[in-house]
Structures are given as C-alpha cells and as structure tokens.
C-alpha cells in the first residue's frame, strides 16, 4: 500500500505538467493527443520489443481495451480543449470533478454499494467548480469542457481496474494507448471538418515538449498509476489526482503569471477543492491505519 501510494504520487506530480505542456504546444486540442498517442503508444511498443512483457489476449478483451483507450483519447482532447477556451488554472480545476463522476460510476461499473462520504467529497468539489463558474462568465465554455473531460476521465480508471484483473499492467497500457490513436486516427478527418486548422505538423520546439508529453509524463505516469490500481481503489486513484491542480496552477501562475487574470471566486472554489482532497486522503489514512 505504502509503496502503491508513493508511485500515485509521483504520477500526480508528472500529470501536474501536462496542462502546461498544452499551453505551450502550439497545435490545437486533437492533434496534441494525436502525437502524444502516437510518441507513447511506439515508445511502448519499443519497450515491448525487447522486454518481451506484452501477453497475447483474445479478441473480445482487445477490443474492450481499444474502447477504453478511445475513452482516454477523447478525454484528452476535451482537456486540452478547455485550456485553449480558458487556461491552465481553471481547466486544472475543472479536472477535480472527476471524484464526483468516480464516485458515482465506480459503484455502478463495479456492481458495489456507494460509499456516501466520497459522494460528499465530491459534491463539496463540485460546489468548488460550481462558485468560479458562477462568477466568472469569461471561462464558462472552458468550464464546461472541462467537466466533460473529467467525467470522461473518470470511466477509463474504473474500467482499468476491471481490466487489470485480466491483464498485465504492460499489455494494457501498450494496447490502450495504441487504441486511443488508432481510434482517434479514425476520427480526425471529422474533427478536421468542424474545427479546421492550417498547421497540422509540429515544429521543432513543439516536438521537443511532445516527448516530454509523450514520454515522461504518459508513459512512466501510466505505469505508475495503472500498478498503484492494483492496491488502491480508483475513488482514491482519481481523489488523489486532484492534487494536479495544485502543482499545475502553481507552475501556470509562475510560467504564465495566469494569478493576475483570475478572481477572488477562484480562490475560494480552489479552498473548497483543496480541502475535500485534504479530508479523502486522512479518511484513507485513517481506514488503512
């Protein structure tokens, strides 16, 4: 459990970079998650090569780790999405949702009773998102984006913890990223159509954040998180998350000074958010103790 913990964390501190990385790569949302997918999922692959850890797996499972990669993809472009109608900060915050959304779907998805605290936890983030958004009409469409984002990036997690029972860590990871981009590929064509763009290929200070993107903050983190799935439920996996925003806002304000466009509601939805994180993470202390 101990150990479990330790790798969570280092995966919220990597996943803390990436809504920076976002600002500062300069395509738009898809194509972001499309290199990101594609740089992770031949990374994986290489690793694979010479590991020899990716196991065969019957079809109907392929296919259902292929669906639950799409999951991921889409959330990924809903992310970055929101940043680029908002910013780094509010789009971070956005992400605390994914509790609420955790909390519910985890007991449907997993045929188990709610625990009723995690719901409490999760409508005080919710009352968080809820006093920015109300105040600040500036980021309203970001704000909604990024709910969108967390509620898709709360299934992928549940869904790993089923699949983690029949699969390799390796073997998921490789064949869920490798889903994510083909199924993305699949959908770029229509993405095009309703939201065109002239630049469709990276230059070279973009490729040089989309390695970090890609390597460092996709893949290691996804092996950190997915082994810390195996001891820890995904409530607390995705709770845990929440401290993101905390490490994201502060290198937004500190790269982009992003503190000087935001309001007092902002930080007081931000106290809010902060404080459930704080009380699921003693109420886990306490129950493991």
Not at 113 to 138: T, Y
Not at 177 to 183: K, M
Request: glycine share 6%; with cysteine.
């Amino acid at each position: 459990m101990k150990t479990a913990f330790i790798r969570l964390h280092i995966a919220v501190v990597l996943a803390g970079f990436t809504g920076v990385l976002g600002r500062l790569i300069t395509l738009n949302e898809a194509l972001i998650v499309f290199y990101r997918l594609l740089l992770s999922a031949l990374a994986l692959w290489f690793i694979a090569a010479f590991q020899r850890t990716i196991k065969k797996i019957p079809l109907s499972q392929l296919a259902a780790i292929f669906g639950v990669g799409f999951i991921a993809a889409i959330h990924w472009v809903t992310f970055y999405g929101a940043i680029k109608y908002s910013n780094v900060s509010v789009t971070l915050v956005c992400f605390s949702a994914i509790g609420f959304f955790t909390a519910l779907l985890e007991p449907l998805l997993l045929r188990k009773k709610p625990v009723w605290q995690e719901l409490a936890l999760g409508l005080l983030v919710i009352l968080g998102i809820f006093i920015i958004f109300q105040f600040d009409a500036r980021y309203q469409t970001g704000i909604i984006i990024g709910v969108i984002s967390a509620f898709l990036g709360a299934i992928f997690p549940v869904l790993n913890r089923i699949l983690l029972k029949k699969v390799t860590v390796e073997t998921l990871v490789t064949y869920e990223l490798t889903g994510g981009f083909l199924t993305l590929s699949c959908l770029m064509p229509v993405y095009f159509y309703f939201f065109p763009t002239t630049v469709l290929t990276p230059s070279w200070t973009d490729w040089g954040w989309l390695l970090v993107l890609s390597l460092i903050c996709t893949v290691w983190a996804f092996y950190l998180s997915s082994y810390a799935l195996k001891y820890i439920s995904a409530f607390t996996v995705n709770l845990t998350y929440n401290l993101e925003p905390v490490y994201g806002i502060l290198l937004a304000f500190f790269l982009f000074q992003e503190n000087a466009a935001l309001g007092l509601h902002f930080y007081i939805g931000l106290l809010i958010i902060v404080s459930a994180v704080l009380l699921q993470l003693f109420r886990v202390w306490k129950a493991h103790r």
